[in-house]
């Protein structure tokens, strides 16, 4: 299993501009989260989803947009980059058991600079 | 809102020698805690967890100690190592359908050779 996989490994983006970060899971996960990361700062949850066709807001949403049309995807769009939103963003999945969900495994990061 | 803190931004330790790491949580619903360690440049890594209805759980070198009464959960680390420099946070997570894990800004463990 490759695990928790992250794309890409670093951009640079321009005021205005518009992306798209990848995320995705080969463990059969239901649970997958977004979470944003500062300099010396903890994580902080942007959106995650309980399984396909569901999402929710997480602590800082603005700005961001997900999806998840299948169990294995999660994607983070920025529609209108911000210098703001330079930072380091995980993604993360969670499975269950015995109707709990299980600790999240963290993909390797996207370091994003917006200019 | 509710938040999960640590004491001690850095903590410097011999190698050999135990560590141990602290952090409070003020949210009294929260009833299940993670600990992770978080490497230069990589994701955070899983390390150890335990529910609210457990006071110590013991992995391999790690011990998590959990303490309702006063909201308070720490991490012992026997034993420390250099690899185990890093910086280590500590989550809560209320245990409901949304599962929301609250991070708290970390504490820096160096390992003096």
């Known amino acids: 299993n490759a695990g928790v996989t992250q794309t890409p490994k670093f951009q640079v983006l321009k005021t205005g501009q518009s992306m798209t970060l990848q995320c995705a899971q080969d463990?059969?996960?239901?649970?997958m989260s977004w979470y944003r990361q500062d300099p010396g700062m903890g994580l902080r949850l942007i959106h995650y989803?309980?399984?396909?066709?569901?999402?929710d807001q997480g602590e800082v949403p603005n700005g961001y947009n997900v999806s998840r049309s299948t169990t294995e995807d999660f994607p983070l769009r920025l529609l209108s980059a911000a210098p703001s939103q330079t930072s380091v963003y995980f993604c993360?999945?969670?499975?269950?058991?015995?109707?709990?969900?299980?600790?999240?495994?963290f993909g390797p990061g996207t370091r994003l600079l917006v200019l | 809102g509710e938040s999960v803190g640590l004491h001690l931004p850095t903590l410097s330790v011999q190698e050999g020698d135990n560590s141990i790491i602290n952090c409070a949580y003020s949210n009294s619903a929260s009833d299940y805690f993670i600990w992770y360690k978080q490497e230069s440049g990589k994701g955070p890594q899983f390390i150890i967890d335990i529910r609210s209805n457990m006071d110590k759980r013991q992995g391999q070198r790690v011990t998590v100690l959990l303490n309702k009464t006063v909201k308070h959960l720490s991490l012992q680390i026997a034993a420390t190592q250099p690899g185990d420099s890093a910086v280590y946070f500590c989550a809560e997570n209320i245990m409901d359908s949304s599962y929301k894990l609250i991070f708290g800004s970390g504490t820096r463990l160096l390992v003096r050779p």
């Open positions: 463990m059969n996960h239901e649970y």
């Open positions: 993360a999945s969670s499975g269950t058991s015995g109707g709990r969900w299980e600790t999240q495994y």
């Open positions: 989803s309980v399984g396909a066709g569901i999402t």
